[in-house]
């Protein structure tokens, strides 16, 4: 019997494996879990026929190897939500539309960043054409590296490499009225200075950061204010943002902190994003995928095994 789950938390779900369940059992777990909203990296035609007349809120990618032509051919554009978007409504409850992954960096970064301004424009220009401008929102995923500063989190602001790029997205997102995705792993921020490990697991009841009249007792916090003041330095503080992964691999290095009560702690205690002002926030990832690389840890961000079994019990309430 499916139960409630968190309506700020969803789940990323990735195809990186070649042991992974059919998609029709991958999202009856997401119901009987009680998940509400899933990323997709891009639009899977057998995920997408398994969403349907679910209620599950969908976070659909573009696969960075559209991002040329979705840039350059706005027929290509329409095409492709033709294809990818309205032939699944109204059967699948489309949200977001995400153009590109991290933006600036990782494989063809520099290459394909050029391409996320004018693709985002072709697929919002698709989008409004077909009436559905109002409900389902265009955007980009970004991580932390786009900051060149992040500490404390009221001087946080955007790299010199990263300056026109995130004024070309920014500019989109407050004429568009969407959000900014956000990767936020504060894994990645303490594999880096091995400092506090409560902290970035959520688990400290003590104020460790102080920036002016704000405390900080998680990192996860200070890592998304600091995105904030860069939006706020571009005159964009009321930009939402969405925080499009975020998780604790539950092994893969022998590091002592890459482990499966960490993975635990760190994302049970992700329902924190429901406190206050709520968080829309996606934990990375639903499976273990042993398709993803470099191998190692990422190969170990899943909350179930293949074989649909929990690494780890978790609470989705």
Request: hydrophobic share 40%; glycine share 10%; with cysteine.
């Amino acid at each position: 019997m499916p139960y409630e789950g968190n309506k700020d938390v969803g789940v990323c779900y990735g195809l990186l494996g070649n042991d992974l369940p059919s998609p029709q059992d991958a999202i009856k777990l997401i119901q009987s879990r009680g998940i509400r909203k899933v990323r997709l990296y891009g639009p899977d035609a057998g995920v997408l026929n398994a969403l349907r007349n679910t209620g599950i809120q969908v976070n659909v990618g573009v696969n960075n190897g559209d991002l040329k032509r979705l840039a350059e051919d706005l027929g290509f554009a329409y095409g492709w939500v033709g294809q990818h978007i309205k032939a699944y409504l109204p059967e699948v409850d489309f949200r977001y539309i995400t153009v590109g992954k991290e933006g600036l960096f990782g494989t063809n970064a520099e290459a394909e960043a050029q391409y996320v301004g004018p693709a985002m424009g072709h697929v919002y220009d698709a989008i409004s054409s077909a009436g559905l401008q109002g409900k389902i929102m265009v955007t980009t995923a970004v991580h932390m590296a786009v900051m060149g500063t992040s500490y404390p989190p009221s001087a946080g602001s955007f790299s010199d490499r990263a300056a026109a790029f995130m004024r070309t997205v920014v500019k989109f997102l407050v004429d568009t009225g969407a959000p900014l995705m956000l990767n936020v792993y504060p894994y990645f921020a303490y594999k880096d200075i091995r400092q506090n490990l409560p902290y970035a697991l959520f688990s400290t009841n003590d104020d460790v950061v102080y920036d002016g009249q704000l405390r900080y007792r998680n990192l996860f916090d200070s890592m998304v204010d600091s995105v904030y003041s860069a939006l706020e330095g571009y005159g964009a503080g009321h930009v939402r943002i969405v925080v499009s992964e975020s998780g604790w691999p539950s092994g893969g290095e022998d590091d002592g902190f890459s482990i499966i009560e960490n993975a635990r702690t760190c994302n049970q205690n992700l329902r924190h994003v429901a406190q206050g002002t709520p968080i829309e926030t996606y934990i990375f990832a639903l499976f273990n995928e042993n398709k993803k690389t470099p191998h190692g840890t990422e190969n170990h961000f899943g909350l179930f095994y293949p074989n649909m079994a929990p690494v780890y019990p978790i609470d989705f309430s």
